[in-house]
């Protein structure tokens, strides 16, 4: 493995590993704050057990969010320090703001965790937003910096100098917006799906019902609303990148050759020798509708690329694909699942309900690594597009491989102990949150 | 607003080394600690430190982006040249802060509680140790910006007496903060006493350390004195230190503690103030004799404007938002303890 395929992988080991803690962390204070409220309103102890229940969860993905965020703003100079010299100045203004966002979550997160039963109880809650809140911005903010990537803005570029340095007009180049709303839906999607999921399988293996059932209607019903509003946000994002990167999108639909009524592409082998797509279903001119809004706008296809300048076509295909599909099958259960709510009360608790959402407990999370390889590669061989190849951006220190495969180790260890440790979560509520199953069980634990 | 912004750098700098240094400290206090004391030293630091671990550690990343946004030649110098201990310091920034999560939010309590509390004392020792080796590295003219040689510009450039003998010092420094910071949370007068000898001890490594990054600078040549004590702030600094630390063992063998902590914040801030003076702006040293200049590496553009003002606005809500976290724990502390 050479050095700049080692820091490549390494790069996006950390950034897959910390998304998924970002997501977490950004989303499931919402769910507690949803379930807190219902509890100080009602008095209902099972919302105030689900609330103290994922809080504790939420705490463990924090940790792990942060620690994987600040090895990130290390290792982007680690990495890429030729990019971080040039870009640190132009594409800063959003992590300059974010560390303010970030700095008033951890001290939002201090008064929820600790200061609960010290403090007034809607003071309490009203942390509990700030965290979410604050947690959003955030994302938000760091979406904005790699938009800035796809679309650098806010500097001129003459004679390889870069001159006339704005920040501002960086932080709102023309990607910002569409990445930034699909990644917040994003978030709440896969991180609604996985919570739902697992409460789900709880309630099918007929574990504290009461409690499982319960929680599992609050992450749904977010995931469900999400998950309606993801295709749409992928359509803005997906003409957003017809017009401003051509090259992402010939990649990502596996056009190879420019048509004036391009159709769209579903499966199949592309074949950059012989410019085919083997194997593929074609559906004639819709691709042109979808990025142009009219069904005889070209589309530019590899052949109009020069050859240093195209994307892998393969993962960046594969990986939309897979996003696209998943994010169509979500769509299909949340319908479902609001027609239930709404119109069909007695489904509520069908079998086949549950192992819907239990079959899709990991489809939001694949589906935003899926979505994050496509920005990623598919701006390949552009670390700025248009403007710095990322082959050059690497570090000079020779041995990279080695740091990969220590880090590869590190990721899996802890994603292993976090698996474990949430296993214990869960099976420990019967014991800690609700002894319903177990009545003549009389278990007083403070839940601190 | 240049001046701003390196006041932001300083102070977090400053704030990383009070409060994240107290936060190591704790850890390595607990390395040091027989095993029958050790769950009531984790309890004590469980109660002082808990609510604001996070919080404390943010200084680092404010930090880093302040270098990364308004010293982009500085940051992508120092990244290249100290990769490796960044590498290591990261380890050990993953394997503390996640096994200071695990510990406390791990659902089951057992063995699993050993593993946890292994990881989380060594990595609060070796985390301080590599944050002063790179803190070392800057002045020792070591770091080039066109590394050739392997051995010479990625290794010997931080693996040398001097750096070594600085991170010993940060570590020392570390556990005599979480130390004094520990006895005002004792609870009874035997952990009291426990602490207050910890503290006279970590005190005691700290002078030692202190000597040790003195030899190692006469061996390497590094003119440590004279810049100490070629300008008045340098020597103000340093004669304040030591006057202090008069009046802290007095107190200390007294057992008056109310204003312990304050000394010793004290002693850390003069420490930093008399190096950092002396530097500033060459903030670091390079191999062929020149340097990189805060006021002369610094980005261009409207970006320091930007950063200054980002900078400004954030404090506005994070500084009373941390001093009512901090104030209201303490008020709560109190409380249960009495
Ligand atoms: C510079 C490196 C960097 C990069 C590229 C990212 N992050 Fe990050 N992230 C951090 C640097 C960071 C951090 C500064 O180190 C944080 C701050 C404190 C913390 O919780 O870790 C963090 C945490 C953090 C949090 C709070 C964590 C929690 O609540 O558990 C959110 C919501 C995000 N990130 C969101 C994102 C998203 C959506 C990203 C990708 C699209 C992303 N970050 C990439
Ligand atoms: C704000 C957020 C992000 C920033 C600033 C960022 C930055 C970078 C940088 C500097 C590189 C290395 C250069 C390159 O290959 O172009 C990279 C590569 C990569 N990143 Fe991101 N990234 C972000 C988010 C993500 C996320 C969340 C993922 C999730 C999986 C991701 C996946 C990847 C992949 C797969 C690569 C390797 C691409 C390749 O080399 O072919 N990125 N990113
Ligand atoms: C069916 C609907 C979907 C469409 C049409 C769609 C479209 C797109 C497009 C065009 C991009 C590339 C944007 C760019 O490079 O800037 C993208 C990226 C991405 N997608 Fe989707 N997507 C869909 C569903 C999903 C789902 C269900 C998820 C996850 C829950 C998801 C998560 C992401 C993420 C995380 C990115 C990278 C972040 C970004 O650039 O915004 N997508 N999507």
């Not at chain 1, 939420?58 to 703003?73: D, N, P």
């Not at chain 1, 990019?83 to 800063?92: L, R």
């Not at chain 1, 003071?123 to 604050?134: H, K, L, N, Y």
């Not at chain 2, 000394?263 to 191999?287: C, D, E, R, W």
Request: net charge positive.
């Amino acid at each position: 493995m050479d050095n700049f395929i080692a820091a490549r992988s390494q790069m996006a080991l950390s950034l897959g590993f910390h998304i998924i803690f970002s997501c977490i962390g950004m989303v499931m204070p919402f769910f507690m704050a949803v379930s807190h409220f219902i509890y100080l309103k009602t008095g209902n102890t099972l919302y105030k057990n689900i609330t103290r229940a994922w809080s504790k969860g939420v705490a463990i993905f924090f940790a792990t969010g942060a620690v994987s965020g600040t090895v990130l703003s290390f290792e982007l100079g680690l990495l890429w320090p030729a990019f971080m010299e040039k870009a640190g100045p132009i594409f800063g203004m959003p992590f300059s703001l974010e560390g303010t966002a970030f700095f008033i979550e951890a001290i939002a997160l201090g008064f929820y965790l600790y200061g609960w039963d010290k403090f007034n109880k809607w003071f309490v809650w009203a942390t509990g937003v700030v965290v979410g809140i604050s947690g959003l911005l955030s994302g938000i903010l760091v979406v904005a910096a790699n938009a800035w990537m796809n679309n650098p803005k806010g500097f001129d570029f003459i004679n390889g100098e870069y001159i006339n340095i704005d920040p501002i007009k960086a932080m709102f180049n023309d990607a910002w917006f569409s990445q930034a709303l699909h990644m917040c839906i994003a978030a709440f999607a896969a991180t609604g799906f996985a919570v739902a999921g697992v409460h789900a399988f709880m309630v099918y293996r007929k574990k504290n019902i009461r409690f499982h059932a319960a929680a599992f209607k609050i992450a749904a019903t977010f995931a469900a609303v999400a998950a309606i509003l993801q295709p749409l946000s992928g359509d803005i994002s997906a003409k957003n990148v017809a017009r401003l990167q051509p090259a992402k999108l010939a990649a990502m639909e596996a056009v190879l050759k420019t048509e004036a009524a391009a159709p769209l592409i579903i499966g199949g082998i592309p074949d950059t020798a012989t410019g085919q797509v083997n194997y593929a279903i074609r559906l004639p001119g819709l691709l042109s509708f979808m990025a142009y809004g009219d069904m005889h706008h070209p589309v530019k296809g590899y052949d109009q690329i020069p050859k240093e300048e195209q994307p892998p076509v393969m993962v960046t295909h594969f990986s939309f694909q897979i996003m696209v599909a998943l994010g169509i099958f979500m769509l299909l259960i949340a319908v479902l699942y609001l027609i239930i709510i709404l119109k069909k009360k007695s489904w509520q608790n069908k079998t086949w309900l549950l192992r819907l959402f239990m079959l899709a407990t990991p489809m939001g999370f694949i589906a935003v690594e899926a979505g994050w390889t496509v920005t990623e590669v598919g701006r390949q061989p552009w670390i700025i597009y248009g403007i710095m190849k990322t082959r050059d951006a690497v570090t000079p220190m020779p041995g990279i491989p080695y740091t990969f495969y220590l880090f590869t180790a590190v990721y899996i260890s802890l994603s292993a102990i976090v698996v474990f440790m949430l296993y214990r979560q869960i099976k420990m509520v019967g014991k800690l949150y609700d002894n319903s199953d177990n009545e003549a069980l009389t278990f007083s634990h403070d839940l601190h | 607003m240049l001046y701003v912004v390196i006041t932001f750098l300083w102070v977090s700098l400053w704030f990383y080394l009070l409060f994240g240094g107290a936060d190591f400290g704790a850890g390595i206090l607990e390395l040091f600690t027989r095993a029958h004391n050790k769950d009531r030293t984790r309890r004590t630091m469980y109660r002082a430190i808990g609510p604001i671990w996070e919080a404390n550690h943010m200084w680092l990343i404010i930090a880093i982006v302040i270098l990364f946004v308004g010293f982009p030649k500085i940051y992508a110098t120092m990244s290249t040249a100290m990769h490796i201990p960044l590498i290591i310091m990261l380890l050990g920034i993953i394997a503390r802060g996640t096994a200071f999560a695990f510990r406390h939010y791990d659902a089951v309590v057992d063995d699993m509680q050993q593993v946890y509390n292994r990881i989380f004392t060594w990595s609060s020792l070796i985390t301080p140790l590599f944050l002063g080796i790179i803190a070392g590295s800057t002045v020792t003219g070591k770091i080039t910006q066109q590394p050739k040689d392997f051995l010479e510009d990625y290794v010997f450039s931080w693996l040398n007496w001097f750096c070594v003998a600085v991170g010993c010092f940060t570590v020392a420094i570390a556990a005599f903060l979480a130390a004094v910071f520990l006895i005002g949370e004792a609870q009874g007068e035997k952990d009291k006493r426990r602490f207050i000898a910890k503290a006279k001890t970590a005190n005691i490594a700290a002078f030692i350390a202190g000597a040790l990054v003195f030899f190692a600078s006469l061996y390497q040549h590094i003119p440590l004195l004279d810049w100490i004590f070629a300008n008045p702030v340098g020597i103000i600094s340093i004669t304040a230190a030591s006057l202090s630390l008069i009046l802290l063992w007095y107190l200390l063998s007294k057992g008056k503690v109310k204003i312990l902590p304050v000394l010793a914040g004290f002693q850390v801030t003069m420490i930093l103030l008399s190096v950092t003076y002396i530097h500033f702006p060459k903030i670091v040293l390079l191999k062929d004799g020149g340097y990189l200049s805060l006021l002369e590496h610094e980005a261009t553009g409207k970006t320091i404007d930007a950063l200054g003002a980002a900078l400004l606005i954030g404090s506005l809500f994070i500084l009373p938002a941390l001093f009512y976290l901090l104030y209201s724990f303490r008020k709560s502390a109190n409380r249960t303890k009495a």
